[in-house]
Nanobody, 119 residues
Framework: QLQLVESGGGLVQPGGSLRLSCAAT????????MGWYRQTPGKERELVAD???????DYSDSVKGRFTLSRDMDKGSVDLEMNNLKPEDTAVYFC?????????????WGPGTQVTVSS
């Protein structure tokens, strides 16, 4: 039943900015952590940033100081503000949510949205 709806991907020049948004539906689902991962062809999917219910954020070293993750607990959504983008940030970005509800404990993934940083 749970779906993660992603938006905000696109093409941007180096040094530019983008904002990725992810919203879970339905919002009645119990989401623990929520955040973003990214993947390029032939490489492992890697953490970009995620956030816990208490507000603690885990950023990848490669994006610290450039990306900012925020969460709206009531809406079941997260926003990733990406600034000073670099060509190496080019990837498919996937929203992720860890669900804890009753006896269930699992991760859900969004379909992926392309971010391309190029001149």
């Amino acid at each position: 039943q749970l779906q993660l709806v992603e938006s905000g991907g696109g093409l941007v020049q180096p040094g530019g900015s983008l904002r990725l948004s992810c919203a879970a539906t339905p919002t009645v689902v119990s989401i623990y952590t929520m955040g973003w991962y990214r993947q390029t062809p032939g490489k492992e999917r890697e953490l970009v940033a995620d956030i816990a219910p208490g507000g603690g954020i885990d950023y990848s070293d490669s994006v610290k100081g450039r990306f900012t993750l925020s969460r709206d607990m009531d809406k079941g959504s997260v926003d990733l503000e990406m600034n000073n983008l670099k060509p190496e940030d080019t990837a498919v970005y996937f929203c992720n949510a860890r669900i804890i509800s009753g006896y269930r404990d699992f991760s859900e993934w969004g379909p992926g949205t392309q971010v391309t940083v190029s001149s």
